[in-house]
Each structure stands twice: as structure tokens, then as C-alpha cells.
């Protein structure tokens, strides 16, 4: 069945770096727009960042541009997020979403940035 599993979420301090990983499963990931949202609480769920189907373009939340990055590996089946500079802001919880023949979600994992 379709999956899409988040990990390296964690507890980090302003300034700090984390990598978030999504490995999917259940569809062809390649086919596949790849997403980052993050919904903190009490908020919306907004879009944090996008990849096209070849990894050539990419799309930004104006407030995490220039310190994260999007990427996938296709022969991997696996969506990254390089969240770097991290602000208090940035906490949330964030998933990987993927936009194609399905729409599928993965279950979140949390990102704390403590001041």
C-alpha cells in the first residue's frame, strides 16, 4: 500500500540544522510531485516547499528561502528537506506529501526549535 514515513525531526537550538528524510513506498515515486508542509499549532497546514517529478524545480515558502532545501532521489524513493539557520517560527510539525496519480501523506514528525 501507498507510505510515506518522515524522520529527523527532533529538538534543536536557533541556529541549528536538521534533515528531514520522507522514504515512500506503494506508487511510483518518480511520477510524483513531492511536498513539504508544516503545521504549527493552533495554525494551518501551509506548504513549505516543492520539488518537481525530476528534481529540476522547486518552490519556496518566502520565510524559509535561502535556508532550506528541497531534494529527492528517485532510485531511492526518498524526499529530503535540509532545514538550516532554524528559527523558533519554524516549529511545527512537518509532512511529506506527494501529488500525482495519488495524493498521499505521510504521518508527520515534529520539529522543535527552542530560543
Known amino acids: 500500500q501507498v507510505q510515506l514515513v518522515e524522520s529527523g525531526g527532533g529538538l534543536v537550538q536557533t541556529g541549528g540544522s536538521l534533515r528531514l528524510s520522507c522514504a515512500a513506498s506503494g506508487f511510483t515515486f518518480s511520477a510524483h510531485v513531492m511536498s513539504w508542509y508544516r503545521q504549527a499549532p493552533g495554525k494551518e497546514r501551509v506548504l513549505v516547499a516543492e520539488i518537481s517529478t525530476s528534481g529540476v524545480g522547486t518552490t519556496y515558502l518566502d520565510s524559509v528561502k535561502d535556508r532550506f532545501t528541497i531534494s529527492r532521489d528517485n532510485a531511492e524513493n526518498t524526499v529530503y528537506l535540509q532545514m538550516n539557520s532554524l528559527k523558533p517560527e519554524d516549529t511545527a510539525v512537518y509532512y511529506c506529501?506527494?501529488?500525482?496519480?495519488?495524493?498521499?501523506w505521510g504521518q508527520g514528525t515534529q520539529v522543535t526549535v527552542s530560543s
Open positions: 506529501r506527494a501529488r500525482g496519480w495519488i495524493i498521499a
